[in-house]
Structures are given as structure tokens and as C-alpha cells.
């Protein structure tokens, strides 16, 4: 059995998958989702072997969503192995060293480079 295979095993186990394949606008993929506790969640947005992104998010942040662009306090794109492999390496969520705060989005607003300081 492959890292990979181990991998899908693992998901196949511990997460949700929703199927992205015929949604209009929307690059094919595959969604593995998991609810941590009331607050957390995580998820991995499978694109392909060498192109998928974790993430954990807080569900009480009113613009949190699955595809981590809310409420995100951890993500990691790269391959599946390795983004699988740093996300189950994260310590719960009520664990003292968990990443707990938010990560602000960037502002659309654009600055010229002398302001960003």
C-alpha cells in the first residue's frame, strides 16, 4: 500500500467527501470535510496527488466556509501526503499549542509599498 492509498484510507475514515466534479464554476475536485467539536473544523480540497489544500477553520466566524476563506486558523497546500500528513499532525483544537486565532484576510484594498509598513 502507497502513502497515498494510506491516505485516502484514512480520509475515507475519518472525513465527509463531497464530490466537486459537475458544479458549475468550479474547478473538479474532491472535499473531505470533518467537524473537530462545536468550534473547529477541517477539510482537504483534493484538486490532485501534488495539489490539494488543508485547512482548519472556526465555525463561529460568520463568514467561515469549508473552502477555508473564513474563519481560517490553519492551511497548507502542496501534495495530498503532505498537506494530510501536517494537518494530522495539528494538536486538537483544546490543546494549549493549537492555532486558535484567526488569520485576517488580506484587504483588497491595494497600497503602494512605502504604506504596507
Known amino acids: 500500500m502507497t502513502a497515498l492509498d494510506e491516505v485516502f484510507d484514512k ?3 475519518k472525513f465527509r ?3 466537486l466534479m459537475d458544479l458549475p464554476h468550479i474547478p473538479p475536485a474532491m472535499l473531505y470535510t470533518r467537524a473537530l467539536d462545536d468550534l473547529y473544523m477541517e477539510s482537504v480540497l483534493v484538486r490532485a496527488e501534488d495539489d490539494s489544500t488543508a ?3 472556526r465555525v463561529d466566524e460568520s463568514d467561515a466556509s469549508v473552502y477555508g476563506t473564513g474563519g481560517l ?3 497548507s497546500e502542496g501534495s495530498l501526503v503532505d ?3 501536517e ?3 495539528l494538536p486538537h483544537p483544546s490543546s ?4 486558535r486565532l484567526v488569520i485576517p484576510k488580506p484587504s483588497s484594498l491595494w497600497l503602494p509599498e ?3 509598513q
Open 11 to 13: 480520509l475515507a475514515g
Open 17 to 19: 467527501a463531497i464530490s
Open 55 to 57: 485547512y482548519r477553520i
Open 73 to 75: 486558523v490553519w492551511a
Open 83 to 85: 498537506v494530510f500528513g
Open 87 to 89: 494537518l494530522m499532525s
Open 96 to 99: 494549549p499549542n493549537a492555532p
Open 114 to 116: 512605502s504604506a504596507r
